[in-house]
């Protein structure tokens, strides 16, 4: 690995034009708290608290691809139902995607739908049917296909085995995609990678290579040989094998393996982990990375993800911070962009912790600052500072302001131990912010009152709540610049 460069550039998955073909479903997760036992049964009672819904299943590879900048076309079977409906609107809003969702009214939309109570699932009902598609709806999504593959970078197959890919889609369109020189690459599903055959890579976990090798994979060169006796059997070119703690190892026809290691500093949710690696080296065979240099982003973003909750994404950005700096400390981990902090807050929130948000300039920081913030950490288990862009300092101070720029400024409030995270928004005032991320306590200082702040109105009607923190007299930023002027 030592001649794989770590800045790999990530700028090469914007515009990547991915086709990505897969059986899809909608993932639905409840959230609430058990509070006591049903007198009707001895099961707990789930008090609903939120409800969220996301694509999932190949879904979640296009939502991944999407946050990574790719330009996707999708296609997919779903029912003539609320659900399909609910998807081709989620679709509809994701940037740079392009949703082809074939109707088959014979047939239910996949749904998978979680209840989740302190952090922890306790049931995951599923509405699905895993027979074949019919033989007309196949030849829509073989026609579908060919359709866009003329501009396209890379073909995707992401198979969960709900009746999409039957022999003959299967054997279409890698044959379609070969003979229009478009590379290849499937995450598999069961035993039978010959359906496959054709494929430039495949990306199986370490338990669907064992079942498709049925030979042990319980070391690195154990690894090789599954992979390699896979490679053989089916007509695959190379394989790419993602091995939780043991990391990812590369195995192609020619060269040695390549090994790297996991790269996640904190496991909170694996779920959709392996539609992250899939999404990202993709991405990055189309924009034109060796096989090598994609996988170790794919092992990065991998390592990114899995420290997030339920069916996340990694974005573009945060790949690009992770390859730029391994070393990266803590204080800068903290400041984020929106995307991210959403992600974030929302995990905060799966795992039942209160998230507090406050909000200003913070231009010299001073004893009144630190004493807000430390106050306002003690209402809440999480704490989000929305921090003033320094286009918006200049809009509401004058010009002259702020006197340190926007990422100082964050850099100083992320090193607080008070300050969990930090947001820079560029509008005058934060109520988009807020209404992104949803926070269950809202702070101001005591120069506030309810009616005046913010996002209170919004917040409240979330079931969240309005605090209001006394001031320490004596300090200001405008009265120290001032004092400095003199």
């Known amino acids: 690995m030592s001649d794989i460069s770590r800045q790999v550039q990530v700028g090469a998955l914007s515009g990547a034009r991915v086709v990505c073909v897969g059986d899809v479903m909608l993932d ?59 998807l081709s609107e989620i679709f509809d809003e994701l940037p740079g995607v392009t949703a082809d969702l074939v109707a088959d009214p014979g047939r239910p939309t996949t749904i998978k739908t979680r209840y989740i109570s302190m952090g922890q699932q306790m049931l995951r009902a599923d509405r699905e049917t895993v027979e074949a598609i019919a033989d007309e709806t196949a030849d829509v999504v073989v026609a579908a296909v060919a359709q866009h593959l003329p ?17 003959y889609v299967c054997e279409v369109v890698i044959k379609a995609a070969r003979e229009a020189g478009v590379p290849v690459l499937v995450d598999p599903k069961g035993r039978d990678y010959a359906r496959y055959r054709g494929a430039d890579v495949i990306t199986p976990n370490r338990q669907e290579l064992a079942e498709a090798s049925g030979m042990p994979v319980d070391s690195d060169a154990a690894v090789i040989a599954a992979a390699r006796a896979v490679m053989d059997a089916a007509g695959i070119g190379a394989v790419v094998a993602t091995r939780s703690e043991d990391g990812m190892s590369v195995v192609s026809g020619t060269g040695d393996a390549i090994h790297f290691p996991a790269e996640a500093r904190e496991v909170f949710d694996v779920s959709g982990a392996g539609d992250t690696v899939v999404a990202t080296l993709a991405a990055a065979r189309a924009g034109g990375l060796s096989l090598p240099q994609a996988a170790l982003l794919a092992n990065a973003a991998a390592g990114i993800v899995v420290g997030k909750v339920g069916t996340a994404v990694v974005y573009r950005e945060e790949l690009e911070a992770k390859l730029r700096d391994e070393e990266l400390s803590s204080i800068e981990e903290q400041v984020v962009g929106l995307p991210t902090a959403c992600d974030l807050v929302a995990g905060w929130q799966a795992a039942d912790l209160q998230v507090g948000f406050t909000n200003g300039c913070f231009d010299l920081l001073h004893p009144g600052h630190v004493t807000l913030l430390e106050k306002s950490r003690a209402l809440c288990d999480r704490l989000v500072v929305g ?100």
């Open 28 to 86: 639905r997760f409840v959230y609430g708290q058990v509070e006591r036992i049903s007198p009707e049964a001895p099961i707990p009672v789930l008090r609903v608290r939120d409800e969220r819904s996301m694509p999932g299943g190949a879904g979640n590879v296009v939502r991944n691809l999407a946050a990574l900048d790719a330009t996707v076309s999708f296609i997919s079977v779903v029912g003539d139902d609320e659900a399909g409906r609910s």
């Open 151 to 167: 501009k396209a970078d890379i073909l995707v197959l992401s198979d969960y085995g709900k009746g999409v890919f039957t022999p």
């Open 387 to 486: 921090l003033n862009s320094d286009a918006s300092v200049k809009r509401l101070k004058g010009p002259e302001r702020p006197v340190q720029p926007d990422i100082a400024r964050a850099t100083v409030l992320a090193a607080l131990g008070s300050v969990d995270l930090v947001v820079i928004f560029e509008e005058d005032t934060p109520a988009e912010l807020i209404e992104a991320l949803r926070p269950d306590v809202l702070i101001k200082g005591g120069d506030y009152t309810v009616e005046t702040i913010v996002g209170a109105a919004f917040v409240k009607a979330q079931g969240g709540r309005v605090e209001i923190i006394d001031l320490v007299p004596g300090f200001s930023t405008t009265q120290t610049i001032e004092k400095l002027g003199k």
